[in-house]
């Protein structure tokens, strides 16, 4: 019977304890105590650097090290459960730094393709936008905006060119179609580097008559 017990005991151990997805050190959480300080370092101390107009973005750290590291193993490594913390993290910032930390607003995450969307199972942004809200009691919408074309990645391409390859990439998703949001919408992203995707994406919203209060994102690569 005790050994039955213990056996039982280590089964479970077995089922409970993961690997860290960052370190592979053992842990019964999402990400060890050991990366979640690794990950602090790269917070900002001011997420609202880049909170101005034409697009006021709201940034959870800069886009380096660990940080660097944990978003493509969200993103390229199929380790969705991570976008719970750190979507957490970006929500617990929001509601201590943000300007409009006390306004009603619609929280719509930037959309994959569907192509891409079922090739990786998941789309990273709207992970964290959905830990987001329930950190910040915001209204999450998934379906605000809808990808309409594939874009050829960003990399090594111009502004110029950046721009016309994000230009008709989106239009309004189902959820905003027939109805307007009752409130003006932040769109939700892992990484803001050019700002052309979210430059894109309100654009399509402000067209139908959509306000776009701004945008956050676990990263930027931008520094001021
Ligand atoms: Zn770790």
Not at 104 to 130: C, D, E, W
Not at 140 to 146: D, I, R, T
Not at 193 to 204: R, Y
């Amino acid at each position: 019977m005790i050994f039955a017990k213990s056996a039982l005991k280590g089964l479970l151990n077995l089922f409970l304890q993961s690997h860290c997805p960052l370190c592979q050190r053992s842990t019964s959480r999402e990400l060890c105590e050991y990366c979640e300080r690794q990950l602090q370092k790269c917070h900002l101390q001011d997420p609202n650097i880049l909170w101005k107009e034409p697009l006021p973005v709201f940034s959870w750290g800069v886009y380096g090290g660990s940080l660097k590291r944990a978003i493509a193993a969200l993103k390229y490594e199929n380790q969705p459960q991570i976008a719970r913390p750190l979507g957490e993290w970006i929500g617990e910032a929001w509601l201590l730094n943000s300007p409009k930390r006390n306004q009603n607003l619609i929280v719509v995450p930037i959309p994959l393709h569907a192509s891409k969307q079922k090739q990786r199972g998941y789309n990273q942004a709207a992970l964290l936008a959905r830990s987001f809200c329930q950190t910040t009691g915001l209204k999450f919408k998934l379906n605000g905006l809808e990808r309409v074309r594939e874009t050829k990645p960003q990399f090594g391409l111009s502004v110029s060119e950046r721009e016309k390859n994000l230009d008709t990439a989106f239009v309004v998703g189902s959820e905003f179609r027939d109805r307007h949001p009752e409130f003006p919408v932040l769109l939700v992203d892992d990484i803001y580097t050019t700002g052309a995707t979210a430059v894109s994406a309100v654009k399509t919203l402000n067209n139908r008559g959509i306000a776009v209060s701004g945008l956050v994102a676990l990263a930027t690569t931008v520094k001021n």
